[in-house]
């Protein structure tokens, strides 16, 4: 399974970016789809979740409100819809998959199974 997210950029504070992620290799819909981010000296950490047939989205605290997860299961595309964006969003966000028989959505990443590389957001004036 090959996972490739792209969208990233630079954007000013209060602004909007939607990362994609395409998912080849393998049955979509047998993976709830995550995307993580990593920030320069921090640990990565979860930012938001969908199951497998998209009824059930987790995020993170800091994201609620302002970020969206959605999918595409007739295009193998997993988005992640960023509004009113803060310095403290900066990093490279990563799509990943976890191969599962249920509709839960874990937040821990060694639950998922395959990564994409990778996608630079800067949030910056």
């Known amino acids: 399974v090959q996972l490739q997210a792209s969208g990233g950029g630079l954007v000013q504070p209060g602004g909007s970016l939607r990362l994609s992620c395409a998912v080849s290799?393998?049955?979509?819909?047998?993976?709830?789809m995550g995307w993580f981010r990593q920030a320069p000296g921090k640990e990565r950490e979860f930012v938001a979740g969908?199951?497998?047939?998209?009824?059930?989205?987790d995020y993170q605290q800091s994201v609620k409100g302002r970020f969206a997860i959605s999918r595409d299961n007739a295009k193998n595309l997993v988005f992640l819809q960023m509004n009113s964006l803060k310095p403290e969003d900066t990093a490279v966000y990563y799509c990943?998959?976890?191969?599962?028989?249920?509709?839960?959505?874990?937040?821990?990443?060694?639950?998922?199974?395959?990564w994409g590389r990778g996608t630079q957001v800067t949030v910056s004036s």
């Open positions: 290799g393998g049955t979509f819909t047998d993976y709830a």
């Open positions: 969908i199951s497998r047939g998209g009824k059930r989205t």
């Open positions: 990943a998959a976890d191969f599962t028989v249920t509709g839960v959505v874990y937040t821990t990443d060694h639950r998922y199974d395959y």
